[in-house]
């Protein structure tokens, strides 16, 4: 069911993806500033809807499987388009395919579960990544153009770093509950 406010919410948060790229690309800072209010505005929106939908117990089917889609597309999106605007370079490259890989092997994971009826619930330090991750790519997005006591680029770089360090934990515990119910099956 489309209509319900936690649905909606996550549906925006995935229109909210082509319109932050194309503006990342236009030429002058104004459009960067608002790339990233969009960006903003779309990770708002992840907490709202998972918010509303426990307050209104308007969980549903779609909502569970759109809102993670919904996540790691908007995500690998801004990765991509910063790897390509030359925001993320060098050395850097590494939290964002670390980045990438974690949420391309979770997804690949929470869908092999979900065939065998076994949920594998979103961990708070995994929020926590989400989190942080969401502010560094914020402050990436706005880049170097910012207010003269904070440097943007190199705080979303160091969150970056530190998303990707997280990423790795929460994805070694995914991986770990996902084989231990692999397990589990064969030997039934």
């Not at 999106?77 to 390509?84: E, G, N, R, T």
């Amino acid at each position: 069911m489309i209509q319900t406010l936690p649905n909606l919410l996550t549906l925006s948060r995935i229109i909210a993806i082509p319109v932050v790229v194309a503006l990342l690309y236009l030429p002058g800072r104004i459009w960067d500033w608002m790339a990233a209010g969009i960006f903003i505005l779309a990770c708002v929106t992840d907490f709202l809807d998972g918010y509303f939908a426990r307050a209104w117990q308007q969980t549903s089917s779609f909502g569970r499987v759109l809102d993670p889609i919904a996540d790691k597309l908007l995500v690998a999106s801004c990765l991509l388009v910063l790897v390509d605007l030359n925001s993320i370079r060098g050395i850097s490259l590494i939290p964002a395919l670390i980045i990438l890989c974690r949420e391309i092997l979770v997804s690949g994971l929470r869908e092999f579960l979900a065939e065998l009826q076994v949920p594998l619930p979103v961990s708070r330090l995994a929020k926590w990544k989400t989190g942080i991750q969401m502010i560094a790519l914020s402050c990436l997005l706005i880049g170097e153009d910012s207010w003269n006591a904070i440097p943007t680029q190199t705080v979303g770089l160091a969150g970056l770093w530190f998303a990707a360090l997280l990423t790795l934990i929460t994805g070694y515990d995914y991986l770990t509950a996902g084989l231990q119910h692999m397990a589990s099956q064969e030997d039934e």
